[in-house]
């Protein structure tokens, strides 16, 4: 299958081209054609999988094809740099067919809540927002949703995970109800099928199974107790040369915690959370993009957002709670066919969340000896093997293998 077989008008051909996709990934395969005969669609599918082309590019050619007016299509995304990196890619993909789009979220100054006002006044095409301050523009009167046609939820599972599901409602209620709606997670929890069986009319389904971690990652896995976490993490970031680090640990605390430590080492390091401005955030991201920063460190929300080349190594500082949580802070590293090491710091407490991790990944992680500079590798009491019923829990799956098949009906 190729580009061609869509009916794409000529621009945004042109668009794709100049953005080097040669041909459609499996999710763009299965939801562009569904995407413009007009269904709803509810499409499990994680970053990576070019799942923000897969509604981006019918949409561009949608609003192509109508007079210009009124915004079009409103996307709503879990945090700022997912809403910048979906606006990059409208601006790429459309850029020969004049389509306009502005990224709207929170943490700016006067001047940026004035552009996007000014921008939601005009009437622009495609409108892509963190939902808080979506709801501060429906409070002040400048959005104005009449005439909206599609409504996008991406990463409907973090946004729920994060909180945003009455602002995700009240901004429903401000939508016209003929339109057309398309939910993008990662995950497929209860409480998203709810959200979609409240908001979407007989939708189509797809689900891409997880992919599975690159071949070209040395996954690692070290035993440690809790106090034997930095003076490990420190020892192997001042012994081993890794030029670009990515470090997640689970609460916003524990990378506070964790940058003041690395940071009295004299590791170049970043933490990066909510309670940034957004100016330093995006220096933050800056600098990590352009190597002039070696460790950044951060919580899930990062392994979402962030597409950036060359991570020579992921580090878990806390195991992750969910399996697939793994997949995706691990994928930040051999993108695009390099190498990349992966290193994941388990404690006694975690040793259920590693079977998980084994049995979603159809294999063990080698646990790596504990290097005596540092002391003596914890010893954990054996966990109670439970990987029989974890395996059917997580069966092993082909990379990019459909569990579902497309259809319609929910
Ligand atoms: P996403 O899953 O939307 O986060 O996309 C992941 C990356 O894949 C982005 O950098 C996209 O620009 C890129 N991408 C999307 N579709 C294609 C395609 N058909 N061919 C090559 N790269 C793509």
Partial sequence: MTFDDFNFNEQLLEGVLSMGYREPTPIQQEAIPLILEGKDLIACAQTGTGKTASYLLPVLNNISKTEKKHTHALVLAPTRELAQQIDQQVEGLGYFTGISSVAVYGGGDGIVYGQQQRAMKEGVDIIIATPGRLIAHLNSGTFKPDQLKCLILDEADRMLDMGFIDDIMRIISYLPKERQTLLFSA????????????VLHNPAQISLAVSQPATGIDQQVYKVSDSQKIPLLSWLLQHKEYKSVLIFASTKEKVKALYKALKATKIQVQAFHSDLEQSEREEIMLAFRNRQLQVLIGTDVISRGIDVEGISLVVNFDA???????????????RA??????????????QRKLQNIEALIGKPVPVIPFPPEVGEQAAFKPVRASAKKNRKKFP????QQRRNHTGTGS
């Fill in 320 to 334: 992750p709670s969910d399996p697939e949580d793994y997949i995706h802070r691990i994928g930040r590293t051999a």
């Fill in 187 to 198: 995950t497929m929890p209860p409480k998203i099928r709810t959200l979609a069986r409240s």
């Fill in 396 to 399: 092993k799956r082909n990379p």
């Fill in 337 to 350: 066919e390099t190498t990349g090491t992966a290193i994941t710091l388990v404690n006694e407490r975690d």
